[in-house]
C-alpha cells in the first residue's frame, strides 16, 4: 500500500438561523454533524435551525496506512498515537503531542525505538523513578498520521 492520500476527513459548511457565521465541521455524515452542532447548544437550537451542506473544496486528505503501520501490533499502535496525541479524545488536535514518558526498558516503546518511530530525548532531567521520555521522530508522525481515526469516535 502506498503512502496516496486515499483517506479523507468529510467538510461541511454549517450555518445555524439566527447566528451570522457559517463555518466548516467534519463528520462522516450531515446528521452527526448537525447533532454535534445542536449539542453545543445544550438542545435549545431545533435540528431544523441547522443547516449542513456538503463543502468537498475543504476535505482534509490523510495519508493511507503503509506497510510498516499496518504491521505494528496493537500495543506499538496505541503507544505511537498516545504519544502523538492522537487519544486525546478529538482526533482534530493529533500531532499536538510528541511524547511518551515511561520505564526506558519498556519493551513496546523499545520495539518503537528499534523501528525508528521513537527517540529517547537526549535530556531526562528530573523525570520519577528512573523514566525517560521516549520522542516522535518525523517517521513516526508520518505513520501515526497514517493511523489516526478520520472521525472522534
Known amino acids: 500500500m502506498t503512502n496516496e492520500a486515499t483517506r479523507f476527513r468529510k467538510a461541511w459548511l454549517v450555518k445555524v438561523r439566527g447566528y451570522d457565521d457559517a463555518q466548516i465541521e467534519y463528520g462522516a ?28 473544496s475543504a476535505d482534509q486528505h490523510l495519508p493511507a496506512p503503509c506497510e510498516l503501520a499496518l504491521s505494528l501490533t496493537q500495543h506499538q499502535r496505541d503507544a505511537l498515537l498516545h504519544a502523538h496525541g ?11 503531542r510528541e511524547h511518551y514518558c515511561t520505564d526506558r526498558n519498556d519493551p513496546t ?10 527517540r529517547v530525548a537526549k535530556h531526562n532531567l528530573d523525570l520519577v523513578g528512573g523514566n525517560v521520555m521516549f520522542l516522535v521522530t518525523e517517521r513516526g508522525k508520518k505513520i501515526a498520521n497514517s493511523l489516526t481515526p478520520e472521525y472522534n469516535p
Open 29 to 56: 455524515t450531515a446528521s452527526k454533524v448537525r447533532h454535534r452542532v445542536r449539542m453545543y447548544f445544550d438542545h435549545d437550537v431545533p435540528y431544523s435551525d441547522i443547516d449542513v451542506r456538503r463543502d468537498k
Open 86 to 96: 492522537s487519544t486525546c479524545g478529538d482526533v482534530m488536535k493529533a500531532g499536538f
Open 109 to 118: 516503546l523499545c520495539a518503537l525505538e528499534r523501528l525508528g518511530l521513537m
